[in-house]
């Protein structure tokens, strides 16, 4: 079921009301059967998947607090963690290390094989297999009590809002909240709601107008030249935050009508001074996932700095790895790994010759590296990738010309153009004013005149410039 459809928004109210509704300790029954059917209407037989590996990490959690050798808890978390990502591999990666077996032994030769898996990937099985390792981990690590009540515990995992895109929640944050008590709270509902308004914008205005762009161009790379090129790479980076972030703001929000609180996953990215701040601030919930339980095990920082960069180029590679089964994916992480190394090491430079930047133009550099990665992420090989990079001022001209030929290649006229940049404009004066306050309590305390024209501003807009048909979140991916 997905946010952006008429499914959802029955479903939604439905359990709203039914949630409270319903006596306190009762309503985790109805997140768990409601994650279920959520989840369900993709594909009902996937459910045994998630079931599963449910399963395994609560009784991996039971086990480690019965264990009382260290021995034992680092067998049991073993076992948890081979299986989890056993099953993550049969369903993502298999065909991908065939393919890449295969590329290996015709360089030998040989021929290779023809096994391969027919298995659809499960959405949104990176998220919840990586939330309930973490759990496990957790758990060994003393940090928090293994949980006994099994309902519960699968709610946890299957909590609909973030269930196939996260943000991938903590069990310290998450689990707790799951069990507790709840009072309906009318502002952080009506919250809730706004940030969903937003989300929606951000995903079925922004995200879904400039893809369809980004489509033409990635569909038809030689056809394509100069401006028009910049532009898909520009569109595209815009694309992929509005459509992961949207996605994100609606969980969040959705969460809120329950009276629960998820991590939130962005912090105007495209505002950050280095690549090191951007993923401070990009995907949070993964970033801070792989810092904890790969990047710090292997000995972080606390080491010298070639091992750190080591560290830093696993833990990359790894995290380009997890988004998907192809090499543009390892080389997108690979690439973030090589800034982040090559940061380090300017880091440790002498004060008297480091270059001193502007903050402005540490912002435009960082989104022009994060930008200029995002193609290799969107495209369907290294080399395409690079195609879209290289030679995009060949037929350059004079900048006018240059410019208006990139715009109208797309299908832009100067109305496409304007609302472009008014979608953008509006973006970015969210992001920029979120880097200090909050934007929606700061609307909430305007005049109810100017309050209200904001958000049926917001509504009408979705209504109006959203795209007929929107697609999917490139996160369902994942």
Known sequence: MLFNSWQYAVFLPIVFGLYWLLPGKYRW???LGASYFF????NAKYLALIIFITIVAYTGGILLDRMETDRQRKCVVAFVITVSLGLLFVFKYFNFAIDSINALIRLMGKEGTNIMSNLLLPVGISFYTFQSIGYVIDVYRNDIEAEKHLGKFAAFVAFFPQLVAGPIERTSNLLPQIKGEHVFNYDKATYGLKLMAWGFFKKVVIADTLGAYVDTTYENLHVFAGFSKVLAIFFFAIQIYCDFSGYTDIARGTAKLFDIDLMENFKSPYFATSI???WRRWHISLSSWFRDYVYIPLGGSRCSTVKTMRNLMITFLTSGLWHGAAWTFVAWGGGHGLLQVAETGLSKAPVGKKIQISDRLKVIFTFILVSLL???????????????CLLNFRDFDNPVSWVSRGFSNLGMGPKEILRAAGMLTLLFAYDYISLKKDVIRLIGRLKPVLRWCIYFGI????FFWAPSDSAEFIYFDF
């Not at 995002?374 to 879209?388: C, N």
């Open 39 to 42: 989840y369900g209407c993709w």
């Open 276 to 278: 090191k701040d951007f």
């Open 29 to 31: 029954m109805l997140i």
């Open 374 to 388: 995002w193609t290799v992420f969107r495209a369907d090989s290294v080399k395409d990738a690079a195609y879209i």
């Open 459 to 462: 509504v009408i807009l979705i």
